[in-house]
């Protein structure tokens, strides 16, 4: 069955940086458009980066754009989320998603002095 396994969050000071990875299984990644999302406390899942199957086409949140990079390795079935420059506002538990409505557990993120 489909895994998504999100790793690499923690408590980190603003301006800081963190890589989450997201390991899949159970099904073949590399035919997958994949996806970070986030949820604030209080608040609704958004969208936070997307990218293709091939990896050569990438979608930001105008919140993110310029400090977080989606990447993957398709040979290590492994999606990876980048965030540079980080602020408290980034706080939030992360997941990762596959189409067909496949998510993660996710994994929290603390910016915090």
């Known amino acids: 069955q489909v895994q998504l396994v999100e790793s690499g969050g923690g408590l980190v000071q603003p301006g800081g940086s963190l890589r989450l990875s997201c390991a899949a299984s159970g099904f073949t990644f590399s035919s997958y458009a994949m996806s970070w999302y986030r949820q604030a406390p209080g608040k609704g899942r958004e969208l936070v980066a997307g990218?293709?199957?091939?990896?050569?086409?990438?979608n930001y949140a105008d919140s993110v754009k310029g400090r977080f990079t989606i990447s993957r390795d398709n040979a290590k079935n492994t999606l990876y989320l980048q965030m540079d420059s980080l602020k408290p506002e980034d706080t939030a538990v992360y997941y990762c998603r596959r189409t067909g409505n496949y998510w993660g557990q996710g994994t929290q993120v603390t910016v915090s002095s």
């Open positions: 990218i293709d199957s091939f990896g050569r086409i990438t």
